[in-house]
């Protein structure tokens, strides 16, 4: 996610480490250009018909995603990371990057699924990003930066 946010002439995070099982979360920490403590944590946005699908060993077909799938699913993985207790602070500001490898979600699908939506947040997380999956017209990982509100 930095590579690609810093591709783009926006870094995030340099100095970037993983932080060991046990002692998180965030999953990463890092430092913003101005210095500041940024606490990262990584989820997974995935089809939960894929999970039962792949447990069972039953042959699955990609997801289909609609507008209110999508916004449900990005607002739930949110939701679950918004109230982490984060680990090693103090942090200046909390990202969450929720990345997918749903083959139906490219970059044109999901700015189109999601035009102008925004999700809740209630508490802490600063910014979020969708991190989709490899491109290889473009080298590389394309995201979208989702659209916080507090309403």
Same mark, same amino acid.
């Given at each position: ?11 995030? =995070?340099? #100095?970037?480490? #993983?932080?060991?099982?046990? #002692? ?14 940024? !606490? ?8 939960? !018909? =894929?999970?039962?699908?792949?447990? /069972? ?5 990609? =997801?289909?995603?609609? /507008? !209110? ?24 500001? @909390?990202?969450?990057?929720? @990345? ?33 999956? @490899?491109?290889? /017209? *473009?080298? *590389? ?7 916080? *509100?507090?309403?």
């Amino acid at each position: 996610m930095c590579d690609a946010l810093s591709s783009a002439g926006q870094p995030l =995070a340099h #100095s970037v480490v #993983s932080r060991d099982r046990g #002692s998180d979360p965030p999953d990463c920490e890092g430092l913003s250009p101005d210095g500041k403590r940024i !606490a990262i944590e990584v989820t997974e946005l995935v089809d939960p !018909a =894929a999970i039962v699908a792949t447990r /069972s060993g039953t042959k699955y077909v990609w =997801a289909q995603w609609d /507008s !209110a799938k999508l916004a449900a699913a990005l607002q739930e993985r949110l939701s679950s990371k918004d109230g982490c207790k984060l680990k090693g602070g103090p942090y200046d500001l @909390y990202v969450v990057v929720i @990345y997918t490898d749903e083959p139906e979600l490219s970059l044109n699908a999901v700015k189109t699924l999601l035009g102008d939506k925004s999700v809740r947040i209630t508490t802490r997380v600063d910014r979020a990003y969708l991190l989709l999956s @490899y491109e290889s /017209s *473009s080298r *590389s990982r394309p995201y979208v930066e989702l659209q916080i *509100s507090d309403t």
